[in-house]
């Protein structure tokens, strides 16, 4: 099983976005459509505030009658975030991403320091990644083959 830190190394742009909670939720959308990314860690400092994601402007701005560009990150995003070490298993993520019905995960070393994101998408490549690799030593076994 694949470690968190090991599946940040592979991806091929390991930056985390970070906005301010006081940031307008259009200034959040602008972001993420130019990185093309779903989600924004929301930060205080060096400390996390939240996690703002597609899904909280799906539901917490259009359906409630409120505007991107006078409404605040803060007003919107999700408070309890949840996250993983670097050692966490890649299965720990998806067991954790399934419960709690996520698709991203914020990655933090042990002293809570922001290290990295992890997406449901890059789980799936890592575990389509290992099983191709079994697969692929089980046919040589099967065959003799080195």
């Known amino acids: ?21 006081t940031a307008s939720v259009l200034d959040a959308l602008q972001l993420m459509a130019e990185k093309g990314i779903g989600a924004l860690v929301v930060t205080e400092g060096d400390a996390i505030a939240g996690i703002f ?11 409630m009658g409120r505007t991107s560009a006078v409404t605040q990150v803060r007003d919107v995003m999700t408070s309890a975030v949840r996250f993983v070490r670097p050692d966490q298993t890649s299965e720990q993520c998806m067991q954790i991403m399934s419960t709690g019905r ?45």
Not at 1 to 21: E, F, G, H, N, R
Not at 53 to 63: G, S, V
Request: charged share 25%; no cysteine; glycine share 6%.
């Open 53 to 63: 994601t597609e899904r909280d402007y799906a539901r917490k701005i259009a359906l």
């Open 102 to 146: 996520l698709r991203h995960l914020p990655v933090v070393d042990g002293n809570t320091k922001l290290v990295g994101m992890i997406s449901i998408g890059d789980l799936v490549k890592d575990i389509i990644s290992e099983q191709k690799f079994i697969i692929e030593q089980l046919e040589q076994y099967i065959t003799g083959s080195h």
């Open 1 to 21: 099983m694949t470690v968190v830190a090991k599946i940040l190394q592979s991806k091929p742009d390991a930056t985390v976005y970070t906005i301010a909670p």
